[in-house]
């Protein structure tokens, strides 16, 4: 499992390094050049550009220079495929068909189902199955809910449109969901034990964690090797946690915790699929996409172990 994330950690970093080779292609460079200077500055390439532009388009801001990016990256993506030549990257990112002004519109929507998913399966499970002030844990649970929510809100507005802030609040929201469970796991090991005010202090040191990361990402440096790392090492914890936790649960007569443990595997499956870094197919379909493809169906596996955990608890309560 080690192993696993060290591998994902040498593969990530190498993706950032390599960078984007598209965007120093001759071909592009010069389009997009060309673009800038005669459409973009010139009151008639405007007015032509304004004419063509579609109403999506225009309410998810694509501007002048960002059309020049999109259209002078398909001229040097035909370029390379009647070449013969292998697709590249640009600005770091495939090259993706857009939809109604949806920049990658198979993640949008996979993220959005993934949201879906999260208030049918996480929000209105808890609300039905628990309750406020009698069920164990509801608050914490509730709360961890509405992270997520607020995770795949952040992730569908950055595919949409890719721009730099929606990105780091993407990642932040990313992050935000594994310092989370993170902490719920904490709490959950802690609850009922003499070691519950230490868990306490750690969720609180998390959280501050995570506030100062969120800061230095937003204010100080967007540092992609940096929050990985933090991601990996975070999400490492994590997993050894719940996993600890579920079989030592399991082996005392806890069954119903193998839904926990299938949910952390599946996750670090699923993670598995962004490695397999291939040009989208279709122009739409991408790693990437897949792996938020695949979690779309894990709150269904883990509110149901969440729903059981606090039932279990509830019964067992002094
Ligand atoms: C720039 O102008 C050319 C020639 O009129 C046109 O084919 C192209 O679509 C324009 N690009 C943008 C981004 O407006
Ligand atoms: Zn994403």
């Known amino acids: 499992m080690i192993t696993f994330y060290i591998v994902l950690l040498i593969f990530s970093t190498n993706l950032i390094v390599f960078g984007s080779p598209g965007d120093n292609h001759y071909l592009y460079r010069a389009c997009l050049n060309h673009c800038k200077q005669i459409n973009c500055s010139t009151p008639l390439g405007l007015k032509e550009f304004e004419v063509k532009q579609t109403f999506f388009e225009y309410i998810f801001q694509w501007s002048c220079p960002d059309e020049c990016s999109y ?3 398909w001229k040097t993506v035909n370029q390379m495929i009647s070449n013969g030549q292998s697709v590249v990257q640009f600005h ?18 996979f993220s959005i189902l993934n949201l879906l998913s999260n208030y049918l399966f996480g929000y209105r499970v808890l609300r039905r199955y628990l309750r406020y002030g009698v069920h164990p844990l509801y608050s914490m649970w509730i709360v961890f809910c509405f992270i997520s929510m607020n995770a795949w809100i952040w992730s569908t507005i950055f595919h949409t449109r890719d721009k730099p802030l929606t990105e780091i609040f993407d990642y932040i929201g990313a992050i935000s969901l594994v310092f989370a469970q993170f902490a719920c796991c904490l709490i959950r090991v802690g609850y009922r034990t003499k070691y519950m005010r230490l868990a306490k202090l750690a969720t609180l040191f998390l959280f501050c964690f995570f506030i100062y990361h969120a800061y230095y990402l937003l204010f100080i440096k967007m540092d992609f090797g940096y929050n990985m790392t933090i991601n990996i090492i975070v999400g490492l914890f994590n997993v050894i946690c719940w996993l600890l936790w579920s079989i ?20 670090m499956i699923f993670v598995a699929l962004e490695l397999a870094d291939f040009p989208p197919i279709g122009w739409t379909i991408d790693a990437h996409s897949l792996w938020h493809f695949s979690t779309i169906f894990l709150p269904i596996l883990w509110y149901r172990f969440v729903v059981d955990d606090s039932r279990y608890l509830l019964l067992h309560s002094k």
């Open 248 to 267: 030592y649960h399991f082996m005392s007569g806890k069954v119903y915790v193998w839904r926990c443990a299938l949910s952390v595997v599946l996750t």
């Open 71 to 73: 259209e002078c990256m």
């Open 92 to 109: 770091g990112k495939w090259p993706f068909v857009r939809l109604f002004g949806v920049q990658e519109p198979a993640s949008t929507l």
